[in-house]
T-cell receptor, first 109, second 114 residues
Framework: GNSVTQMEGPVTLSEEAFLTINCTYT??????LFWYVQYPGEGLQLLLK?????DKGSNKGFEATYRKETTSFHLEKGSVQVSDSAVYFC????????FGAGTRLTVKP | DGGITQSPKYLFRKEGQNVTLSCEQN?????MYWYRQDPGQGLRLIYY???????QKGDIAEGYSVSREKKESFPLTVTSAQKNPTAFYLC?????????????FGPGTRLLVL
């Protein structure tokens, strides 16, 4: 079946540090891949997505590349800010939608 | 502004009580979804509806019920049969027109048991 595995958190970084949150998936066929962000007390917001292999999704300085050979969709940002503190969810759509467990990021000034 | 609203933000349930969570969208989306979020477990699908007057069970439907009488509304009832209802509940919608779609989420309702 379809599943998503994310690196466990929490992740704590200093402002302007480089961020990587790992995400790998299991699916048959060609799923679409998503990153959602959840700020405290709020619902999820779509951050970026990629619908086919080698696509790169990007938004607000965040990037993720759909790597079919490694079944991965790692989230990266070159310089994080305090306002990036949130929980990040990797997800896939392949007939149904599956979410990872979420990774909590805290950025300190 | 188009979007999804959920109410209330916090809801308290007494033992043996049924409670209903509201979800309304003005995005003209056909498909709507309910998820439950527990710490460290991501989101799990409770029910979904792809069209008015039709809905399907998700992975954890036991102890929950839904209705879809209007396109804009998809209320979720947490029944007394749900023995561990404390969680954050998220409603989402999508156009329902494509195989691969982006879901748009409401702000959530946190349910607590007294």
């Amino acid at each position: 079946g379809n599943s998503v595995t994310q690196m466990e958190g929490p992740v704590t970084l200093s402002e302007e540090a480089f961020l990587t949150i790992n995400c790998t998936y299991t699916a048959t066929g060609y799923p679409s891949l998503f990153w959602y962000v959840q700020y405290p007390g709020e619902g999820l917001q779509l951050l970026l997505k990629a619908t086919k292999a080698d696509d790169k999704g990007s938004n607000k300085g965040f990037e993720a590349t759909y790597r079919k050979e490694t079944t991965s969709f790692h989230l990266e940002k070159g310089s994080v800010q305090v306002s990036d503190s949130a929980v990040y969810f990797c997800a896939l759509v392949n007939n149904d939608m599956r979410f990872g467990a979420g990774t909590r990021l805290t950025v300190k000034p | 502004d188009g979007g999804i609203t959920q109410s209330p933000k916090y809801l308290f349930r007494k033992e043996g009580q049924n409670v209903t969570l509201s979800c309304e969208q003005n995005l003209n989306h056909d498909a709507m979804y309910w998820y439950r979020q527990d710490p460290g477990q991501g989101l799990r699908l409770i029910y979904y509806s792809q069209i008015v007057n039709d809905f399907q069970k998700g992975d954890i439907a036991e102890g929950y019920s839904v209705s879809r009488e209007k396109k804009e509304s998809f209320p979720l009832t947490v029944t007394s049969a749900q023995k561990n209802p404390t969680a954050f509940y998220l409603c989402a919608s999508s156009t329902g027109q494509q195989v691969i779609e982006t879901q748009y989420f409401g702000p959530g309702t946190r349910l607590l048991v007294l």
